[in-house]
C-alpha cells in the first residue's frame, strides 16, 4: 500500500480584524500555541472608520493545516473574515526592503549596476556605505540581497509581504 504525503506549500492569509488592543497577540498565540511558523506578519489599519485592521500572513503547510490555520482564525471573536489568497485565486504581493551595503571603487559601481537591474533606489549614501530601497516579490528581494553578498552586504530589513486580492472585490 503506498500513501501518499501531501506537500507542503506556502500561503498568503489576509485577515480582516477589528482594530484593538490584544488581537495579534491572540493570532499570534494561536500561530505558536499549535506550532506553525509564520514566514512574514504584516498588520496596519485598513478602515479608521470602522477601525478594522488586516493581517497579512505568510506560512507553510499542508493542505490539512492550512484549513486547520483558516477555521481557528474564523473562531476569533475580533476577526471578521479570513481569505487565503494563495487559493482564491490571483492576487498581487509585494514586500519593501532596505539594505545597507559597505564598499568603494569597483564594490560600489557594482552594487550600483546591480541595484540597477533590480529598479532599487538609494535613499541613503556615504562615501563608503549605501542603503538601498527595494519593493516585489519575495524572491525578488531573496535575489537582490544575494547578490549584494558578496559585494559588502552588511544588513538587511524587510517589512514582510503584503498582499490583495485582484480584482474588484474587497477582501
Do not use: C, W
Request: hydrophobic share 45%; aromatic share 4%.
Amino acid at each position: 500500500m503506498i500513501i501518499e504525503k501531501k506537500q507542503e506549500a506556502r500561503h498568503t492569509i489576509a485577515v480582516l480584524v477589528d482594530n484593538e488592543a490584544g488581537v495579534l497577540a491572540r493570532v499570534i498565540g494561536l500561530f505558536s500555541g499549535r506550532g506553525y511558523n509564520i514566514e512574514s506578519l504584516t498588520v496596519a489599519e485598513v478602515n479608521p472608520r470602522n477601525k478594522l485592521s488586516r493581517i497579512t500572513i505568510v506560512t507553510i503547510g499542508t493542505p490539512m493545516i492550512i484549513e486547520q490555520i483558516k477555521a481557528q482564525l474564523r473562531r476569533l471573536v475580533p476577526v471578521r473574515k479570513v481569505s487565503d489568497l494563495t487559493a482564491e485565486g490571483p492576487y498581487v504581493e509585494r514586500e519593501l526592503a532596505l539594505v545597507k551595503l559597505k564598499g568603494t571603487g569597483e564594490a560600489r559601481r557594482e552594487a550600483l549596476q546591480i541595484a540597477g537591474i533590480f529598479r532599487a533606489r538609494v535613499v541613503d549614501s556615504t562615501n563608503e556605505s549605501f542603503v538601498f530601497e527595494i519593493v516585489g516579490h519575495p524572491g525578488k528581494l531573496d535575489a537582490f540581497v544575494n547578490l549584494m553578498r558578496p559585494v559588502g552586504l552588511v544588513d538587511v530589513s524587510r517589512a514582510g509581504v503584503v498582499a490583495i486580492a485582484r480584482g474588484s472585490e474587497p477582501l
